[in-house]
Structure formats: structure tokens, C-alpha cells
């Protein structure tokens, strides 16, 4: 499974960044291999809607899954339209724990539905 985890800087001992739309960087990990490729965020300086730009990048890397503390409701319609699940990072610390915690399923995944409740 290949999956998007926020990330202040690059590579799996990164520490966590809870931003989605705004989060400084983007390690994409195999979770079969633990490849990490790390992308820098090209919204992060945009004026507006970096959440709506970060989740449509989500979509050019083919990732299945977005792991982050927070989901805006634009960049959440736009994941959930793509198909692409959306993960709490919950207390992980660093990449690599994140990846850790996920495959132990120890993550709560987002659900659109409930939020617009």
C-alpha cells in the first residue's frame, strides 16, 4: 500500500507535521517495502486553498492513503472524491512510527460522512 504521511522534512525518522494542507513536507512510504519518497509541499505558500492544491497532489502521487493530525472539509471532499482514504496520525512521533502504528491498525481513519453529520 502506498501511503502520504505529513512530515516536517524528508526521509522515515522525519518527525510528523499535523498539518495536511499546509504541512511542510510529504514522505510517500511503500508499506510493503518502507521506501520512502519525500516531496516537498507545493502548496505551502499558496495564498489559498493548500488544501484543496495538497490534496489534489495526494491524487497525482497515486498514494491510497493520507496519514495527518488535521483534514480540512475542501481537502477532505477532494481525497474522499479520489478515493483516497484519510488517516489520524494519532500520537506518532516520526515517520517511521507512523508507518508502524498503521500497519498494527492502531490509526483511526477519517470519515467524511460522520464530520458533515
Do not use: W
Request: one cysteine or more; charged letters at 20%; hydrophobic letters at 40%.
Amino acid at each position: 500500500m502506498k501511503i502520504l504521511i505529513t512530515a516536517l522534512s524528508e526521509g522515515l525518522d522525519s518527525p510528523i507535521d499535523m498539518r495536511f494542507g499546509r504541512g511542510a513536507n510529504y514522505c510517500v512510504v511503500d508499506t510493503d517495502t518502507l521506501v520512502c519518497e519525500s516531496h516537498a509541499n507545493p502548496a505551502l505558500n499558496a495564498s489559498g486553498g493548500a488544501g484543496i492544491q495538497a490534496a489534489q497532489f495526494a491524487g497525482e502521487l497515486g498514494v491510497d492513503a493520507v496519514i495527518s493530525g488535521h483534514f480540512g472539509p475542501k481537502a477532505a471532499d477532494v481525497l474522499n472524491a479520489a478515493g483516497i482514504s484519510m488517516v489520524f496520525l494519532g500520537e506518532s512521533k516520526t515517520v517511521r512510527e507512523t508507518v508502524d502504528r498503521f500497519k498494527a491498525g492502531q490509526l483511526h481513519y477519517f470519515d467524511p460522512a460522520q464530520e458533515q453529520g
